[in-house]
């Protein structure tokens, strides 16, 4: 009975220095980082991509009748741009890193891809099951502001989102 407890209490002590040092390094599951807090707000850049976090498309289920993965991303700017080719990537993480999912760009030579405000509403996959995964979105763009090219780096959803869409 003694030794019974020996091992119980070595355990117990053992499990919480593990949890201890996995949490002390950040090394946390990514079902305990989901819910992490927005950041504050603050001033906002002149010129800058905002990325939607992923979530399933309400219009694809509604007039499709099919369950998706989309993520949104526009590219905001004080100032107009002209040619925009604003890229989003869709990714999903697994035991094995993050894996590629689908991406999409705008066309720069249509009119939409002009303006203060361009959209990329079409980023999407379809769910082939409803195995609980979590993605997330990167976006990057090109555009002709004031007559030179400016690159935007890439901008990554604020959130890892698990849905229950296995692609």
């Not at 993965?69 to 004080?78: D, E, F, G, H, L």
């Amino acid at each position: 009975m003694a030794s019974y407890k020996k091992r119980l209490l070595f355990f117990a002590t053992f499990s919480l220095t593990i949890l201890n040092f996995q949490t002390s390094f950040g090394s946390q599951p990514a079902s305990l980082t989901l819910a992490a807090p927005r950041p504050p707000a603050g001033p906002k850049a002149a010129c800058r991509i905002e990325v939607d976090d992923a979530h399933i498309s309400s219009s694809a289920l509604a007039k499709k009748g099919i369950r998706t993965v989309k993520v949104n991303a526009q590219s905001i700017c004080n100032f107009r741009q002209q040619h925009v080719d604003l890229t989003v990537e869709i990714y999903k993480t697994t035991d094995f890193g993050n894996n590629f999912v689908t991406a999409s760009s705008t066309n720069p030579k249509s009119p939409g891809s002009s303006g203060l405000v361009v959209d990329n509403f079409s980023t999407q996959e379809a769910c082939k099951n409803s195995t609980p995964t979590v993605y997330y979105g990167i976006a990057f763009s090109q555009a002709l502001i004031d007559g030179r090219i400016q690159d935007a780096g890439r901008t990554r959803s604020i959130h890892l989102t698990e849905l229950k869409c296995g692609t």
